[in-house]
């Protein structure tokens, strides 16, 4: 077996549907290996996919056991030599596997192995590589600020932007899709599972690069990610918003301190204020608009978490129970 496609599915099963499709039609001489870890989702549409593609391995999982996790079952149950780890609202595009594998087996020193990522209407997404989070990039992290000055430092995403098809070395892959050797994957550990959600994808590439290894963007590969459309389509819940703030409090933790992770917080609760007064500023001259709204709530959450008021606890659906919780059961 020379590559397995793991997903984690929590209530995707319509994007899955698609993306697991698309594996079949645009990689089918490699024989590839899919394996589905179903995080318990409560629509119960998981089995329909056994009818449709019966040689798909789903494992389906009694609760929640977040990201990390479920995609270390599916790491330990696939047999590929190489792993794909591939979000449920993907769509890959003809050749994207067959360049990113040739690229593995020719490069020296290979990590982690990313694709070019695009939105539903074929542009171009910035989220597709990222440099590793320090204090200052999460401060003017935003999108208007990667819009006017795309490739600035601070983000990064040179590699992404330039018309080349040579593989680039950068530091950060996104999680929605990630190919890298086994024996790479195994190595450093896994995903770490510290973390529920969000942040275990740029953890991992920093564990691999830390070991010695290159990650790569590879600009001939293309997938269709649906979930990072525009702002306006991403998860703006608060919750959603703490726990990625929880998560770069941790990977801050892990590889900078704990001092460098309380400065983390404390800065970005100050700029979270200043961010808030921007905002109101703005609408108050121009009105408020989708995206004022969207990132009024955003800041706000942000506040919240660094202050450590009114914090958002996570949907009860979306999280591992409790030690309290799985006695009872």
Known sequence: MLISVVYVNWNSTKYLRGSIKSVYDHTAELEPEIVVIDNASPDRDIASIVGEFPNVRIMQMDCNVGFAVA?????RAARGKWLVFLNPDTIVLPGAFDTMLESGLSLPRVG???????????????????????????????????????SCWLWDDRALLRDSTTA?????????????ARDVFMQVG???????MYGEDVDICYRVRAAGYDNYLIPNARIVHYGGASSKRQKSE???????????????????GTV???????IMGCASAVRLILIHGTAVVC??????????????????WA????????PAERRRPTRLERGSA
């Open 260 to 266: 460098y992770a309380m400065m983390f917080r404390l």
């Open 238 to 256: 608060q919750w959603a918003v703490q726990w990625m703030m929880r998560s770069r409090y941790l990977y801050f933790t892990k590889t900078r």
């Open 71 to 75: 995609n270390n079952i599916g790491a």
């Open 287 to 304: 009105s408020y608009d989708r995206d004022l709204q969207y990132a009024g709530e955003k800041w706000k959450a942000v506040l919240k």
């Open 168 to 180: 680039a070395p950068v530091d950060g892959i996104s999680g929605a899709c990630m190919m890298l």
């Open 112 to 150: 982690i192995l990313g694709a070019k990522l695009y939105n539903e209407d074929l542009s171009l997404q910035l989220t597709a590589i990222r440099a590793f989070p320090t204090i200052v990039n999460q401060v003017f992290n935003a999108a208007i600020l990667q819009r006017a000055w795309p």
């Open 190 to 196: 896994g995903f770490c599972e510290d973390y529920f």
């Open 307 to 314: 202050f450590g008021f009114g914090e958002v606890v996570l």
